[in-house]
Structures are given as C-alpha cells and as structure tokens.
C-alpha cells in the first residue's frame, strides 16, 4: 500500500480533506476511556492531530516513512514506521502490551489491510471490553449541480487504474468484514455518514486528484488523466476564475464498534 502514494506524499499531505469534528466527537463519546489510541495507516497524520486534543497519548502508524514526514509534531503523538506485514511482536514492541489501547482508529486504509491479521492483532491490543474500533473512508467529493456529472464521469473513466479494493470505499465501507458488536447506544456498527468540508480552488482540486493512487498508476502507463480536454470540462463547469474557491463536501462513512470479550 506504502508504495502507491510513496511519489505523492507531499500532495497528498497538503490536499486530502480533514475529518469533521462531528466525527470525533461520536467515536470519543463511544470510548470509555482515553487514555491511548493506535491511529493504524496515520500517513500524514490527519487523524490522529485531532485524536491528540482529546486522548492522552496517540500513536500513529504507518509502512510509508515519507508520508509520516509530513505528519504533524506534537508532544503526545508518537509516529512509527512498521513493516508492511506487522508480527506480533512488532506490535507488543511499537504500540503496547495486550489489551492497553483504548482505540484504535483507520482512517481511509482499512480496505487495504488484511482483516485476518489486523483483527486478530486488534483483538488483542484494545482493553475488554469496551475497546473500540473505529474505521473510516469517504468517497469521491461533491461540489455543485454543474460539476458533480463532469466529476462522476471522470471518475468512472479513472476506474481501471484503481485497485479492486477501491470498490470497498465506493460501497461505503457497508460490505467489509466488520467482526466487532455494536458501541452502546448503537443497534449496529454503522456506516454512520458524516460529511467533510473543504474550500478548494479548481488547482487545489486537481492536486488532491493527482495524490489518487490512481493517478499514479495512470501515469506510469503514459496516461494523463487530467489531460487538455479534461481540464478544459474541469474549467467550464467550475464556472469561476480557476483560483476562486469552491467548498468541497467529501461524505464520511464510519464502521465502529466494540471488542467485547474477545481472546
């Protein structure tokens, strides 16, 4: 996974959306204690900045170490570099002993993942039995009636140059293998929706394309996706000056639940 945004790191970095504060929110209001959360898959570091104002210690991991370049310094965040296949002992050694994380959050990479290890090493790590789960991903963003087709359209041209694992954050997390029970309060683990904004010139938009996994995939091809007429489309339908800012709505999808008493 490292290796598809290793070339954009600094994009990546610089234009993915934050999370909304309503997000944290509801997974802090689900989490008995705060006292530790792993953030698995951190990258840059978007979550696990907010995860830091509320919990007392953050640990966020990641395979990429130019991605955590770019991540946020701050006192009670710890950054590590894992390998891509974590052992146990790599977990014991770099995050903690069995069951003392309170949460572990993913935001926008558990598709990625192999649910069988990662679950079991989840399994293992949260406190019983409220430790909570929480993963997230949000799909393709929306701007306005005029480009939101144009949008669509380029996105469904783009698909074969995103991995089959892609279709996990189009379905919205709803079919991923989810084996934990319900946080109090909750008949299920979600999806839950929640929804990101972001204000964006048309040059900002297209830098956040160009940190898709995707894009790269396509250039190493000797395709450009965002190619003269695309950008001519892009131009037309944003229907401002390039650099004035449209807000982008990026919808959230959140799976969240409980270890209970899991061995």
Known sequence: MANLFLKQAK????????????????????????????????????AATSLAS??????????????????????????????????????????????????????????????????????WILKKP???IAAWCYTIPEIDDEFDPIFRKFYSESKPHWDLLRGIVD?????IEFPFEAVDGCDDTGPFEFRSKKMMSLDEFCTYIRSWSAYQTAKEKGVELLNNGVMEEFRRAWK????????????VYLRIGKVGDSV
């Open 54 to 123: 509320v919990y007392k210690n953050v640990i966020g991991t990641d395979t990429s170490t130019k991605q955590l370049e770019f991540a946020p310094k701050l006192p009670n965040i710890r950054y590590e570099c894992t390998s891509p296949n974590l052992s146990m002992s790599e977990l014991g050694k770099k995050i903690g002993t069995e069951s003392s994380v309170d949460l572990v959050t993913v935001a926008q990479a558990l598709h990625w993942f192999d649910h069988d290890i990662f679950y079991d090493q989840v399994k």
């Open 11 to 46: 994009q990546y970095s610089q234009t993915r959306p934050g999370y909304p504060q309503q997000l944290f929110d509801f997974i802090v209001s689900k989490t008995p204690k705060h006292d530790l959360v792993w953030d698995v898959g951190t990258g840059s570091g978007q």
């Open 130 to 132: 409220d430790g909570v």
């Open 171 to 175: 379905d919205k997390y709803r079919s």
């Open 240 to 251: 401002e000056d390039e650099n004035g800012e449209k807000s982008v709505t990026y919808p």
